[in-house]
């Protein structure tokens, strides 16, 4: 009896970053020809076509600039802001709330919280939202950098040894 095999259907795209080729066109010099790092840093217009590329996302890519721009103001907007922000630039509510903001959130780039409120009369419990940025997104791409430059390192430094005791 043979074992049948899930059939691969990719990455979900809710689950994925936009990586051009490191020598892309889309891309600012990082390193130069020596592979150490250059001084510039990229600036938010960059950063977020990793998560909505503006070449294959381009409403997310303005819908999501927008929001990380306002935030960059004001660094934490209550979830009526948010709503204020939505209705403003006119941007359909299901693509800010259902695609927008999830992904960011899931990214890490920002952090929702609720806080849950209690009305004394009614007895109704209300939880407003609060979104701020946040700095997970580049401790997990540090942490993937480092770890690579680790590994790396270690396997160089491993073959000058190696070259060295052949002498």
């Known amino acids: 009896?043979?074992?049948?095999?899930?059939?691969?259907?990719?990455?979900?795209?809710?689950?994925?970053?936009?990586?051009?080729?490191?020598?892309?066109?889309?891309?600012?010099?990082?390193?130069?020809?020596s592979e150490s790092l250059t001084r510039n840093t990229w600036s938010i217009e960059e950063v977020v076509n990793f998560i909505f590329s503006?070449?294959?996302?381009?409403?997310?890519?303005?819908?999501?600039?927008?929001?990380?721009?306002?935030?960059?103001?004001?660094?934490?907007?209550?979830g009526e802001k948010t709503a204020e922000y939505v209705k403003n630039n006119g941007i359909s509510k299901a693509t800010f709330y259902n695609r927008v903001l999830p992904r960011l959130k899931?990214?890490?780039?920002?952090?929702?919280?609720?806080?849950t409120l209690v009305n004394v009369e009614s007895k109704r419990?209300?939880?407003?939202?609060?979104?701020?940025?946040?700095?997970?997104?580049?401790?997990?791409?540090m942490k993937i950098g480092d770890s690579w430059l680790a590994i790396v390192d270690d396997a160089r430094s491993r073959a000058e040894q190696k070259d060295q005791t052949t002498l």
């Not at 990586?19 to 892309?24: A, E, G, I, M, T």
């Not at 899931?106 to 806080?115: A, H, N, W």
């Not at 419990?125 to 997990?140: A, C, D, E, V």
């Open 54 to 78: 503006k070449k294959y996302q381009p409403r997310y890519y303005e819908i999501a600039l927008g929001f990380l721009h306002l935030l960059t103001k004001e660094t934490i907007v209550s």
């Open 125 to 141: 419990k209300f939880r407003p939202m609060k979104i701020s940025l946040s700095k997970t997104f580049g401790n997990y791409f």
């Open 1 to 33: 009896m043979e074992k049948k095999a899930i059939s691969s259907r990719g990455v979900p795209s809710s689950e994925s970053i936009y990586l051009p080729r490191h020598d892309s066109q889309e891309l600012r010099t990082f390193q130069d020809k």
């Open 106 to 115: 899931r990214v890490g780039m920002i952090k929702v919280e609720r806080d």
